[in-house]
């Protein structure tokens, strides 16, 4: 397994190398961002579902820990244009984050892509130069498409992560909007 990798290493191409090196950077960016993103989204979640369940069981404003807490403490007089802001910077708060996860789920593919092309090139250069045949083509082909492998598992992680972070900040929106409709149907 070692020599394998020696040996990849020492036929491959160094941009091949640079985008596998910078695909590895965008794995190990997009796994920090979604774990931190996904605790932090989990323990606000139950904090608004705790303050949610509290205000549907007759309770006068929302839990102290809320989001809408900070709002509602700022204005003595609460209308619907406060909570409406309220939600907007839960919003901001709640979806950061996401495009960077978006942005690699896109790109990673095209510079996969990209590193497999200049190995491809890279091999005919080297048929150019030798004598060999199908060897030395299918030894290059296999070892370029590497690199679109590589691009490919960081497109489907990224994706991934985007699409349950993306659910995670739907739903804590929704307990927000929730919180803010129960308060001002006590109001009226």
Same mark, same amino acid.
């Given at each position: 397994?070692?020599?394998? !990798?020696?040996d990849f290493y020492l036929? *491959?191409?160094? =941009? +091949?190398?640079?985008? $596998? &090196?910078l695909l590895a950077l ?41 989001? !809408? ?5 700022? *204005?003595?007089? =609460? +209308?619907?244009?406060? $909570? &409406? ?55 290059? =082909?296999?070892?370029?498409?590497? &690199?679109?492998?590589a691009g490919i598992f ?35």
């Amino acid at each position: 397994m070692i020599n394998q !990798l020696i040996d990849f290493y020492l036929k *491959s191409h160094p =941009v +091949t190398l640079g985008v $596998l &090196a910078l695909l590895a950077l965008y794995f190990i960016v997009l796994n920090w961002v979604f774990y931190y993103r996904y605790l932090s989204l989990g323990s606000w979640l139950e904090i608004e579902n705790r303050s949610l369940e509290s205000v549907l069981m007759g309770s006068t404003t929302v839990s102290p820990q809320s989001y !809408l807490s900070n709002f509602l403490k700022s *204005s003595s007089n =609460v +209308t619907r244009d406060i $909570l &409406a802001l309220a939600q907007l910077a839960a919003t901001k708060d709640a979806t950061k984050g996401l495009s960077i996860l978006s942005i690699f789920a896109s790109t990673t593919p095209f510079i996969g892509l990209f590193g497999t092309v200049v190995s491809i090139l890279d091999t005919f250069t080297h048929i150019g130069q030798s004598s060999g045949g199908m060897s030395v083509i299918a030894g290059g =082909v296999s070892d370029a498409l590497v &690199a679109t492998a590589a691009g490919i598992f960081v497109a489907i992680f990224s994706y991934t992560y985007h699409q349950i972070l993306k659910r995670k900040s739907y739903e804590l929106l929704n307990f927000i909007e929730m919180q803010s409709d129960a308060i001002m149907a006590r109001r009226v």
